[in-house]
C-alpha cells in the first residue's frame, strides 16, 4: 500500500501536538492543559488511524472486485483493526 503525504501529514501533526505537550510540561503549565493537548492527540491519532484503515480498505476493495474475488474478508479485517484500534 501507498502511504499518501495526506497520511504522513496527519502524523507530522500529531508529532507536532505531542511536541507541544512536553513543551507544556517543560514549561510546568497546569494539569487541565496538558490533558486538553494530550486528549486532542489522541483523537488526532486516532482519526489517522481511521483515515489509513479507510484508505487501505478501499485500495483493497477495488483490486478484490477487478480480480473477481470475495471482499468480505477485506472488510471484516478493516473492521477488526479499527476495534482492535480502541
Given at each position: 500500500?501507498?502511504?499518501?503525504?495526506?497520511?504522513?501529514?496527519?502524523?507530522k501533526?500529531?508529532?507536532?501536538?505531542?511536541?507541544?505537550?512536553?513543551?507544556?510540561?517543560?514549561?510546568?503549565?497546569?494539569?487541565?492543559?496538558?490533558?486538553?493537548?494530550?486528549?486532542?492527540?489522541?483523537?488526532?491519532?486516532?482519526?489517522?488511524m481511521?483515515?489509513?484503515?479507510?484508505?487501505?480498505m478501499?485500495?483493497?476493495?477495488?483490486?478484490?472486485?477487478?480480480?473477481?474475488?470475495?471482499?468480505?474478508?477485506v472488510?471484516?479485517?478493516?473492521?477488526?483493526?479499527?476495534?482492535?484500534?480502541?
Amino acid at each position: 500500500m501507498e502511504y499518501t503525504p495526506e497520511m504522513k501529514n496527519r502524523l507530522k501533526r500529531v508529532e507536532g501536538q505531542i511536541r507541544g505537550i512536553l513543551r507544556l510540561m517543560e514549561e510546568e503549565q497546569d494539569c487541565k492543559a496538558v490533558i486538553t493537548q494530550m486528549s486532542a492527540a489522541r483523537s488526532a491519532l486516532d482519526r489517522a488511524m481511521a483515515y489509513t484503515i479507510a484508505k487501505n480498505m478501499q485500495h483493497c476493495l477495488i483490486e478484490q472486485m477487478e480480480k473477481g474475488e470475495d471482499t468480505d474478508e477485506v472488510v471484516e479485517e478493516a473492521i477488526k483493526l479499527l476495534v482492535k484500534s480502541r
